[in-house]
């Protein structure tokens, strides 16, 4: 239970931007959830630092949610382990919760209550003595304070459950599609409290669609597809990875034959299609030549080539339509 | 506390949504109009010294079917609606714990039930003192404390529904047909038992004791013990309803009227109990 001892624990934390905590803000350890015979999530093992910002990508319905609900103690796993701030979340949920301000996808806000009514019901559950209104203009919603949250638009209900999030400075924050419903305004917004956060020292777990959302802010990625983690890297890592699966194409007078063959020997080549005479060859960006030596040796004279490179989008995309077939 | 936050929640919310008001004229009518009319009709009207208890003994049957019909209105709602909606999600976030939302919701709500039904007592006791220039304030609050006591039972009883599916649909018809169970079916059953055991084509009076222990166990019927346990001998109404419901004169320990105020508090905890029971399980 949230009490006055713990809020102090936060402070500390929160004056302390220091990354000196060796305690994994998240730890997951080959977790498993299956409904049924549905499997939601396979094998996920994934660590996240203390003071991290980490962007979880995926598709809907690639088992995001259902991960953020494992994390909280919503529900169990079939298999795994998951702890989060140190501890075990089916033995601790509510210690877990008292230190994690959540914004989650399915949550709603109550109708009948006013906005600041619902912040400062989250200060008061938080065991917090912040100022309401405070709160409530970080999230740009001082004037709406009043109105009931039924009146609220769908954005508006968001900044709510955004600023309830943040009530009590939470040493950890999970953001579930926190962007839906916002404007490009309240995006960008959004970005910038969850630059403020980190700056606290708070780790931030931010799950989305877009890429987009999460490109600016976060250090890391996770990408989830199927409810299999398929990959983890930093941004930087992710750009790499895109420079890596250039696209060369081709235009040759002729294709002589065991050329398809030869260049798809090559060190560093993916594959390779045909059509006519153009001869797409996916590949590492440095093999680029030696693509192009190997038609020239074949005895085809290059007439004309292309090199293109996917976006971290395209990337994105790749990683969670291409592997789809594998299942 | 946790659970004062979520009760406190549920309160203003009631208050929004003006349950609280229309439940309160609700309950005003129903004690303030049940006296006027009970006091009307010859058979429960002015017996000199009696006119107190008969005019409460009018009431009694209409309000075991009445509170629990409302309590379960108030109740049905309470976790499957925000599971509904989504608002649990929000609630969990902020770390309540499952047991505190169980707690808080129940009791929000049974402070929701109980101020309409201590409105509607208010006013029912000005109306019994119009009418019978006496109120019998012992007799009075006796009856009100138990009604009070029926109310938060069937609030419970809802909320431990409410707690164990995600849709309000089902939870609707399943504490209906846990009403429907407890206030029709239960004494039937007992008496189907007595039939079967003894052998006995006919009612004998007095019956068993284990037969009205059975019979009390039911809330309706833990109510009306308790709801009358301060009245005297001598009204044939309550002489009559005491005959197949009582105890007689030297009643068995099990009989005696504070154990049906333990049954009825029993209602309240056993169902919390089992609601959290089922909550706690409950994957979202």
């Known amino acids: 239970m949230p009490g006055p001892r713990n809020t102090a624990t936060r402070r500390s934390r929160g004056a302390d931007p220091g990354h000196g905590d060796e305690t994994p803000a998240i730890d997951l350890d080959g977790v498993t959830k299956r409904y049924g015979d549905v499997t939601a999530l396979e094998r996920v093992s994934l660590t996240v630092a203390s ?17 953020i609900n494992l994390l909280l103690g919503f529900s169990r796993p079939t298999a795994g382990e998951v702890c989060v701030l140190g501890l075990d979340v089916g033995e601790h949920p509510q210690r877990v919760c008292a230190r994690t301000g959540v914004l989650h996808e399915r949550g709603a806000v109550y109708d009948r209550l006013t906005g600041r009514e619902h912040v400062e019901f989250a200060v008061e559950s938080a065991g917090s003595d912040e100022d309401p209104t405070a709160l409530l203009s970080r999230v740009g919603l001082a004037e709406e304070a009043s109105r009931r949250a039924g009146e609220y638009s769908k954005g508006m209900a968001q900044r709510l459950l955004l600023g309830m999030a943040l009530a009590g400075s939470p040493d950890l924050l999970i953001l579930d599609e926190p962007s839906t419903g916002l404007d490009p305004n309240g995006a960008r917004e959004l970005r910038e409290i969850v630059r403020a956060e980190a700056d606290r020292g708070a780790t931030v777990f931010f799950s989305s669609h877009v890429l987009d959302q999460v490109e600016a802010v976060c250090d890391r990625v996770g990408i989830l597809h199927h409810g299999e983690l398929i990959a983890v890297d930093s941004i930087d890592g992710l750009r790499a990875t895109a420079e890596s699966k250039t696209t060369l194409t081709v235009e040759v007078d002729r294709l002589p034959d065991g050329v398809v063959e030869a260049v798809e020997a090559v060190q560093g080549v ?15 960006g ?7 030596s190997e038609f020239e040796a074949a005895g085809a004279t290059v007439e004309t080539f292309e090199t293109s490179q996917p976006s971290l989008e395209d990337l994105f995309v790749g990683y969670t339509t291409g592997t789809g077939d594998d299942r | 506390m946790s659970v004062t936050l979520v009760a406190r929640k549920e309160f203003r919310d009631a208050i929004r949504s003006r349950v609280l008001l229309g439940l309160t004229i609700l ?17 429960f009207g002015a017996v000199g010294d009696s006119t107190v208890p008969s005019i409460l003994i009018g009431l009694i049957s209409p309000a075991a079917l009445f509170v629990p019909v409302i309590a379960i209105l108030i109740g049905y709602g309470a976790i499957a609606g925000e599971r509904e909606s989504g608002s649990i999600y929000t609630l969990l976030g902020l770390s309540h714990s499952r047991a505190d939302v169980v707690a808080g919701k129940i009791a929000g709500r049974s402070c929701v039930v109980a101020v309409s039904i201590l409105a509607g007592f208010a006013v029912g006791a000005v109306a019994l003192y119009a009418v019978s220039g006496t109120v019998r304030p012992v007799q009075y609050l006796v009856f009100t404390a138990a009604t009070f006591l029926l109310g938060v039972a069937y609030v419970s009883i809802a909320v431990a529904v409410s707690a164990t599916t995600g849709s309000t649909t089902r939870a609707a018809w399943g504490a209906f047909a846990t009403f429907v169970f407890l206030n029709f079916l239960w004494e039937p059953i007992g008496f189907l038992l007595y039939f079967l055991t003894s052998g006995s084509t006919t ?5 068993p004791e284990w037969l009205v222990f059975f019979v009390r166990l039911s809330p309706a019927s ?8 301060a009245m005297p001998a001598g009204h044939p109404l309550l002489d009559g309803f005491r005959a197949i419901l009582g105890a007689g004169s030297d009643p068995p320990l099990f009989l005696e009227s504070w154990v049906a105020v333990g049954i009825l508090l029993l209602w309240i905890v056993l169902p919390t109990a089992a609601g959290y029971a089922q909550f706690r399980r409950t994957e979202l």
């Open chain 1, 51 to 67: 003071g991290e910002i980490f962007g979880f990508l995926g598709p809907n319905g690639a088992g995001k949610t259902t991960l």
């Open chain 1, 270 to 284: 993916a594959g390779v299609t045909v059509n006519g005479t153009t001869a797409t060859v996916s590949c590492d």
């Open chain 1, 286 to 292: 440095t093999a680029k030549r030696d693509v192009l």
């Open chain 2, 27 to 43: 309950f005003v009518a129903f004690v303030g109009g049940g006296v006027v009319l009970t006091s009307q009709f010859p058979a």
């Open chain 2, 203 to 207: 009612f004998e009076l007095p019956f």
């Open chain 2, 222 to 229: 833990a109510y009306q013990v308790v709801a009358t346990a």
